[in-house]
């Protein structure tokens, strides 16, 4: 079946970085984008960036800009989003998403299960 | 950016009765706009797409109207498992989404 799986949660410092993986299976993988959200404890859902599985482009919500890298491999049908310089208010649970067509622009279909990023010292 | 905004911040509702949500964008988005239903501990789920088209194996008591920067979700008669947040998300220009209203039992 399609499906998305992160990896596990992770426990970072302030000022570290943190590198969340997203192995997509049961479709192919470079005919899709894949956008990454990130939802802080008891609040709602922050799109982080997209980026093209079929070239690579990428577009990164202005206020990440910088601290943000996402890319895939396509050999393995796995995505990466690396959050560099973390803060406390970074701690959240990040997902990825399936974007649902071939088009740029559309809503998320497939969910991943969700990884924690704590940031604590 | 494109801001979106859900109303009302949580809804109660009794089983079986029905629940209207608002989403209102703060420009227009055509009809590039989706709703997702999110249970607590799980990702979000998506619901509707193109303001009014049901997502694979959602149920028919769930329907997306509205254009432009107005759009409702409606749930004809709410079940027990229908009890969740509920985000509204543009994808005329990028991405956002509203901040969710949570439908609780009354």
């Known amino acids: 079946q399609v499906q998305l799986v992160q990896s596990g949660a992770e426990v970072k410092k302030p000022g570290a970085s943190v590198k969340v993986s997203c192995k997509a299976s049961?479709?192919?993988?470079?005919?899709?984008?894949i956008s990454w959200v990130r939802q802080a404890p008891g609040q709602g859902l922050e799109w982080m960036g997209w980026i093209s599985a079929y070239n690579g482009n990428t577009n990164y919500a202005q206020k990440l800009q910088g601290r943000v890298t996402m890319t895939t491999d396509t050999s393995t049908s796995t995505a990466y989003m690396e959050l560099r310089s973390l803060r406390s208010d970074d701690t959240a649970v990040y997902y990825c998403?399936?974007?649902?067509?071939?088009?740029?622009?559309?809503?998320?279909?497939?969910w991943g299960q969700g990884t924690m990023v704590t940031v604590s010292s | 950016e494109i801001v979106m905004t859900q109303s009302p911040a949580t809804l109660s509702v009794s089983p079986g009765e029905r629940a209207t949500l608002s989403c209102r964008a703060s420009?227009?988005?055509?009809?590039?706009l989706a709703w997702y239903q999110q249970k607590p501990g799980q990702a979000p789920r998506l619901l509707i797409y193109?303001?009014?088209t049901r997502a694979t194996g959602i149920p028919a008591r769930f329907s997306g109207s509205g254009s432009g920067t107005e759009f409702t979700l409606t749930i004809s008669s709410l079940q027990s498992e229908d009890f969740a947040v509920y985000y509204c998300?543009?994808?005329?220009?990028?991405?956002?989404f509203g901040q969710g209203t949570k439908v609780e039992i009354k």
């Open positions: 998403a399936r974007v649902r067509s071939i088009a740029v622009y559309d809503a998320f279909d497939i």
């Open positions: 193109g303001a009014s």
């Open positions: 998300q543009q994808y005329n220009n990028w991405w956002t």
């Open positions: 049961g479709y192919t993988f470079t005919s899709y984008g």
């Open positions: 420009q227009s988005v055509s009809s590039n």
